[in-house]
């Protein structure tokens, strides 16, 4: 059974950092695409970052600032976000989206 859980969420200044982790089990994660999305309160979900095997794509209000990254050796998925802003703030989801799977999301709180 495939099992996505995520890491590394909490409270931030504006102009902090956080790193996002995602523990995969249960797929083939070297050759799946992955992806985190993010929610904010009363807004629809984004995909913030995704990554294939040679590839990186970034929504654009994270571009220069967030870096999607993955580790497969050990089936971990990463998400460096630097520089954040309030409008960052989120629950963020790790996502093996062509797949269907989702983690249960972890909190990120920019405060200004």
């Known amino acids: 059974q495939a099992q996505l859980v995520e890491s590394g969420g909490g409270l931030v200044q504006a102009g902090g950092s956080l790193r996002l982790s995602c523990a995969a089990s249960?797929?083939?994660?070297?050759?799946?695409?992955m992806a985190w999305y993010r929610q904010a309160p009363g807004k629809q979900r984004e995909a913030v970052a995704t990554i294939t095997r040679d590839r990186t794509n970034y929504v654009d209000s994270v571009k220069g600032r967030f870096t999607i990254s993955r580790d497969n050796a050990k089936n971990i998925l990463y998400l460096q976000m630097n520089s954040l802003k309030p409008e960052d703030t989120a629950v963020y989801y790790c996502s093996a989206p062509v797949l269907g799977y989702w983690g249960k999301g972890t909190l990120v709180t920019v405060s200004s």
């Open positions: 249960g797929i083939t994660f070297s050759i799946n695409t």
